[in-house]
């Protein structure tokens, strides 16, 4: 069992930055790859970036491309999303997920084993 726990949310006006965090309970290192997901309102759950467990492969959604990076430190089992850029549609719960498969790094929520609480992100115009 894996417990996530994101932080680093918050208010921010558009075109600022956040650095979101995702603390895991268990080592990850080797053994997951992880993900960032957002949902907004009365939207579905949808692929923000993930990273292969080394850290060496990463894939983004097309939407925050360029704009947001995704890295690990395996030594402290953590997960960050940097974001840069933010603009008003960003708005959303951000939620970090694992998968227990380090071979895979899935775009679908469906792949992801373990999930956290979600941290607010909202950016306002």
């Known amino acids: 069992q894996v417990q996530l726990v994101e932080s680093g949310g918050g208010l921010v006006q558009a075109g600022g930055s956040l650095r979101l965090s995702c603390a895991a309970s268990a080592r990850t290192g080797d053994r997951y790859s992880m993900g960032w997901f957002r949902q907004a309102p009365g939207k579905e759950r949808d692929f923000v970036a993930a990273i292969s467990s080394s850290g060496g492969v990463t894939y983004y959604a097309d939407s925050v491309k360029g704009r947001f990076a995704i890295s690990r430190d395996n030594a402290k089992n953590t997960v960050y999303l940097q974001m840069n850029s933010l603009k008003p549609e960003d708005t959303a719960v951000y939620y970090c997920?694992?998968?227990?498969?380090?071979?895979?790094?899935?775009?679908?929520?469906?792949?992801?084993?373990?999930w956290g609480q979600g941290t607010q992100v909202t950016v306002s115009s």
């Open positions: 997920a694992a998968e227990l498969n380090p071979f895979v790094v899935a775009r679908s929520k469906d792949e992801y084993d373990y």
